[in-house]
């Protein structure tokens, strides 16, 4: 875990962390802790431009970085990101996540989100549920731990069901700020979308189906 330092100390933090640290962040689940300012490289120690241009290998290069990301992470999100496979293009989160994935799971909201992810038709892996609250009464906790997520595995896309949640993302990463270029979409809390009919329903989620998850 990295900590944020003070206010009254903003030289010791890297540009890009100073925002969510005027945010009232007080710390990151990094590994490793916060990353050294970068440093000019002699030509000597540049790649050739043979190994600059090589093509990575088919096989999943994000898997180590992310188990190596994941270890700080308290539960539920420690147990979810072990798990991955691949890194996610999208992260869908909402208030009642967390408790869906802590033994208190909906049967029609687990319905609903199958019912949301076949009309999708996202490739495996595409998508990640993580949540952006915690049942155990500890909201900075969990709005560090999402924060992090979404920079540990660099998606551009936060699909946020209901106002809880997208105020949330829409606080930490707000447009136009120089922050990292994820956008966040707005979308009705799954209490709205419970019982409505399919072309309903598809009508709603149409903005998650025209992107383009590259």
Known sequence: ??????????????EAMRPWRAAGLDALFLPGGLPEPAQEQPASALPSSAAANKVPSSEPSAIPALAVACGDWPEPWQGIAVRLRAAPKIIITYASLTADVTGAADPARRKLFHSILSYLGWPQGTSLFWPCTDAFGAPKVARN???NGVLSFAVQHIACFGPEAAALAQALFPPGEGLPAVQVHALPAPEALLGLLPHELHRAVAALKALRLE
């Open 1 to 14: 875990m990295a900590r944020l330092g003070s206010f009254a100390a903003p030289v010791d933090l890297p």
């Open 145 to 147: 731990v999402f924060l």
